[in-house]
Structures are given as structure tokens and as C-alpha cells.
């Protein structure tokens, strides 16, 4: 199997020298949040590799924190997992195995590897040395088994208040990686937890538990963010010293970072508090609930991730790279559709008839999706941006004397403009040539521009909302996140449109012809367009 990353070889290797003879994933969220884009590369890391090995993955809750942690989330996170099409194998919580991680720290205590430790949280950091200068070891560091034995059942039942006491892995004050020296693997913490309600008052700390965990699910390859990296010897003294029999590997990639977007649980979950969001499923949020309320197509994200790559250095993403994908795919797959923005009367004197049905293509990149079919008459808007009074040379759009074709329709000449008192324009008078039918084009005039348009008859008016980034531009970054925040990021307008969006259904996609790609979204009850990404590609291909 060809290697297509860093990870693949290490398995490769693994699978050449026997060393594994499959492989198993999982993806581990703390239920404390949604999910969103960087846990989404993390996603498709995870199920892409169990995937091309013919392994599997689990859907795994790292819930030793139970103060924050809610069934709400849990919900909300296996909904982001299945619209993104990964279907687990197995799913677990930490919670399932705290019994067999409690067991495994009596077994540590016993083999005189663990010990209860009776200094506060703050004499333990002030202890625990510096990058250049050793730890201090705890005086409690030498109780004796029983003692701890006695102490540690006594902080499972509840005797101690939170803080009063800690069990901590007995390694190596002097370790250069202070994640060795003597790291807390239990605490007590009087919380109920979502799961396990009230029956534990000690909880395991993620450096110690998260191997245990990854053990007793037959996980193989235990991938996470590269800020874990320096926690790999704890890992694996984990793995080493409570005896677990299946030994699983940690291997750390970057995380992903994307330009104007902010991606850490804690300052997502400010926004939504802050009001500074309409909730966690805003379409300005980048969580994956966002994204799909937003109008993002999971296969989208997903290309993205797979195109980014695997990277063991840290770095970050163009967002424009990101809608890149976004656009990509909905120019191939969503219906077209017009609207007008600032419109502008046409009235067509030459057109005797009370109106006739036109066919409209769907997508044109996509023939076998067909026509639909819609209303033309004497009377239509057109967008106030493509009509000019005064218009510069190389102007294809309509102008005094000038033709232009009206998208699936005619070829309108423009021949007197109507001027309202005060200068604005208030309609145009046009004819039209009858034999310049789209499709059936026998006219001759070759015209340069088309141009949306819709029936002033049926048309209906419809809210138009754009959004730009939560986070301004890069010239911020390093900034105070509250320095980078964009106050102004929902613009509302209004289009004229035509009344297929407003009988279609609701989170149906669209190219709007000119004007960018949309949804059809509900707003309290009021049917909008809802921007989902631009029309133009700014991306640098380079
Ligand atoms: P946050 O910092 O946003 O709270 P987290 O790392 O605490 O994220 P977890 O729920 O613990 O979130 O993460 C689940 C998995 O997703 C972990 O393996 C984590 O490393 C991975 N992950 C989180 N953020 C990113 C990211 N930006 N890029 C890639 N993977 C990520
Ligand atoms: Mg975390």
C-alpha cells in the first residue's frame, strides 16, 4: 500500500516487520463542546486510515472531566460524526473502563509506583522544577503501600474534600520531561458526572487514563495533536508499568489551523455566551454544525481535509483554500437560479403577448439534472448592477442603444430610459427580438453579455443575508482575540427573486446566477437566502 503521509509509513513499516497486523483508530472528543473544522481533519484522519488498512475506528468520550462535560454535547458530536458520512465501530467512554483504570492505579500503589500525595495544587507546581532545573521530591513520596493503599480507598470514599489529596505516578523528580516527574494520575473531585452520576469522587487524570482507555479497545495506533507529544513517555509508562497487555502507539500530526478562523472549544464557547454569535450552529461558526447550517456539503469538507495532507509541523490555511472546495463542489452540483439586487423595471413595448414559459437549465454542468421551467413578460427586473447611464468602454452589460441577452430568454435592446425627478432611474423601455429565443437563436446579433433577470409579475421579494469572517485578517493575528473579532459580519438585504425560492425547500443550494452561492434557510419562520460562499475564487492556486 503506497504510503501517503508520515502515519502510513510508520504503519507500513509496522505491518512489514509484523509488528501489528491491522490497524485500529479512534476519535476521542471530550464531550465539553462541538465539534469543528480541525476536529473534522482529525475525523477524517482517524476513519481514512483505519479505512484504507481495511481497520476500523472507534467513536471514543474522553470524560474524565466531569465538571464540564454534558449528554447534550455527546448528542450534538455523534450527529456532526454521521453527517460527515464515518461510521464508528465501536463506541466508548472513559467512563466504561474507570473501574479496570482504578484497578490498574491500586496495582501501580502495590508495585510501589504510585503514591498519595498530600501537598496542594500549588506546592505540587511549585515542586515541580523548571525546564532547566530538577523537580523537588514530595515528603510523601515514600509512604509505604499500605499507607497509600489506606489513603487512596479513603479518597475514594469520600473522605477527602477536593484538592486535599492527589495519587501520583512515583517516576522522576529529575526527568527532563516534566511530565515525568511524579505526574498526578488521580484526583478527588466531588462532581457528578454525566454518565456515572455520583458514584466516583476521584477522577483519573487524561495522561494516565487515555492509554489505559486506548488498550482496552484494541486501539492500535492512538493518534492525536502534536502539543502531545512531550506526554509520549507518559503514555507509554502507562502502557509499560500497569501491565495492559495490548500496547497501542501514540503518533502526534499538527493540528489544523485555517486564516480568520478561530478553532479552540474555549473561545467558541465565548462567543456563544458573549451573544457575539447566534449560537454554536451560526453560519459564521466554524464547529461542523455550523458548516452545515451555513450550506457547507460535507463532501466539501472533507476534500479539503483529505488535500491538506498530514503534517508534522504546525502551519496554517488559507481560508480562501477552504471555500475553494466549498465552491468547487457546488458549481458541479447545485440548481441556478436568478435574483435581482437593486432592480430595475424593463418594460419590453414590442411584447404583445400576456407571457409564455421558458426553460431554464438546472445546472448546466450537470445536463441530465434538466430544465425547469419559468415565466417571462412584458414586464421584468433587471439587477441595478447591469445597467449603466454612463458606462465605461468594453460595458457588455445593458446600456442606452445597447443589447444584451436575458439569461435562458431574449435579446433586449434598450432604447429610452425613464428618469424619476430626482435623477434615479425609474424604468427602461426596451424592445425585444422575438427571434433571438435561447436555443433557438436565428437573429444574428452576437451580444456579448448576459444577464439575470425576473418576471415583474411573480416575483417575490426574499431577505438576503452575506456574512464576512468572525476574525479579521492575518495583519491581527497574535492579537487579543477580542482585538480580532469582526462586530459587522451580517449584512441583510434585499433581492427580488424568483418564486421557485420561495416554493423550493428549505436548505436546498444554489448558484444565484452572478451573485454567489445560497441557501434557502428559515429565519424564525421567514423563508431567506442565506450566503454560503462567494462567487469569485480568490485563492492563489500557488
Ligand atoms: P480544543 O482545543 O478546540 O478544545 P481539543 O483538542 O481539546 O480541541 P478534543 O475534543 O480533545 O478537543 O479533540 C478530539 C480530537 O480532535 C483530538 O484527537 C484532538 O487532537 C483533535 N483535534 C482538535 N482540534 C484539532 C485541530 N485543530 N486539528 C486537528 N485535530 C484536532
Ligand atoms: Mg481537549
Redesign the pocket.
Known amino acids: 500500500m503506497e504510503a501517503k503521509n508520515f502515519i502510513e509509513e510508520i504503519i507500513n513499516e509496522e505491518l512489514e516487520k509484523g509488528v501489528v497486523d491491522g490497524v485500529h483508530t479512534r ?4 464531550p465539553n ?1 462541538y465539534l ?1 473544522i ?2 473534522a ?2 475525523l477524517c484522519l482517524n476513519f481514512g486510515t483505519a479505512k484504507k488498512y481495511d481497520g476500523v475506528c472507534n467513536l471514543f468520550f ?1 470524560d474524565t472531566n466531569p465538571s464540564k462535560e454534558k449528554t447534550e454535547f455527546v448528542d450534538a458530536i455523534k450527529k456532526d460524526i454521521e453527517w460527515l458520512g464515518f461510521k464508528w465501530y465501536e463506541m466508548h467512554y472513559a467512563s466504561d473502563f474507570f473501574d479496570t483504570i482504578y484497578e490498574l492505579a491500586v496495582k501501580l500503589i502495590k508495585d510501589g509506583k504510585a503514591y498519595v500525595c498530600d501537598l496542594t495544587p500549588e506546592e505540587i507546581r511549585q515542586t515541580r522544577g523548571t525546564l532547566t532545573e530538577p523537580g523537588t521530591e514530595s515528603p510523601y513520596r515514600n509512604r509505604t503501600v499500605e499507607e497509600n493503599l489506606k489513603l487512596f480507598t479513603e479518597m475514594k470514599d469520600g473522605k477527602y474534600q477536593d484538592g486535599e489529596k492527589v495519587l501520583r505516578a512515583k517516576i522522576d523528580m529529575a526527568s527532563p520531561n516534566i511530565n515525568m516527574r511524579d505526574p498526578v494520575i488521580y484526583r478527588v473531585l466531588h462532581a457528578t458526572h454525566h454518565r456515572t452520576g455520583d458514584k466516583w469522587c476521584i477522577y483519573p487524570m487524561y495522561d494516565y487514563a487515555h492509554p489505559i482507555c486506548d488498550s482496552m479497545q484494541g486501539v492500535t495506533h492512538s493518534i ?2 502534536l502539543e502531545f507529544e512531550d506526554h509520549r513517555p507518559l503514555y507509554n509508562w502507562t502502557i509499560e508499568n500497569t501491565g495492559v497487555s495490548h500496547k497501542p502507539r501514540q503518533i502526534e500530526f499538527a ?3 485555517i486564516t480568520n478562523m478561530v ?4 473561545y467558541l464557547k465565548k462567543l456563544v455566551e458573549d451573544g457575539a454569535v447566534e449560537g454554536w450552529d451560526d453560519p459564521r461558526m466554524p464547529t461542523l454544525t455550523g458548516l452545515r447550517n451555513r450550506g457547507v456539503p460535507a463532501e466539501a469538507l472533507k476534500a479539503f481535509c483529505e488535500e491538506i495532507g498530514v503534517a508534522k509541523a504546525n502551519s496554517e490555511i488559507e481560508i480562501s483554500y477552504f471555500e475553494h472546495f466549498i465552491r468547487d463542489y457546488l458549481n458541479f452540483n447545485a440548481e441556478r437560479a436568478m435574483v435581482v439586487e437593486n432592480p430595475i423595471k424593463v418594460v419590453i413595448t414590442n411584447y404583445d403577448k400576456d407571457g409564455e414559459v421558458l426553460d431554464f437549465d438546472i445546472n448546466p454542468n450537470k445536463p441530465e439534472d434538466g430544465k425547469r421551467k419559468i415565466n417571462f413578460s412584458k414586464e421584468i427586473y433587471i439587477d441595478g448592477e447591469d445597467f449603466s447611464l454612463d458606462p465605461p468602454p468594453k460595458y457588455f452589460r445593458l446600456k442606452k442603444e445597447g443589447y444584451v441577452r436575458l439569461k435562458n430568454a431574449y435579446i433586449i435592446k434598450c432604447d429610452d430610459v425613464i428618469l424619476n425627478e430626482d435623477g434615479s432611474i425609474k424604468e427602461l423601455l426596451c424592445t425585444y427580438v422575438p427571434e433571438s429565443k435561447s436555443g433557438e437563436d436565428t437573429s444574428g446579433i452576437k451580444c456579448k453579455g448576459v444577464i439575470q433577470w425576473v418576471n415583474a409579475n411573480t416575483c417575490k421579494d426574499m431577505e438576503v443575508r452575506r456574512y464576512e469572517y468572525l476574525l479579521k485578517d492575518q495583519e491581527y493575528a497574535g492579537q487579543d482575540f477580542s482585538e480580532r473579532m469582526n462586530y459587522n459580519s451580517v449584512h441583510v438585504s434585499n433581492a427580488k427573486v424568483e418564486e421557485y425560492l420561495t416554493t423550493c425547500a428549505d436548505n436546498l443550494s444554489f448558484q444565484l446566477l452572478r451573485k454567489g452561492y445560497f441557501k434557502t434557510s428559515d429565519k424564525n419562520g421567514k423563508r431567506i437566502l442565506s450566503e454560503i460562499v462567494t462567487m469569485k475564487d480568490s485563492y492563489n492556486k500557488k
Open positions: 476519535f476521542p472528543p471530550e463542546g469543528h480541525g476536529h481533519k482529525s474522553d492525536c495533536t493540528r489544523l489551523n478553532m479552540s472549544k474555549r
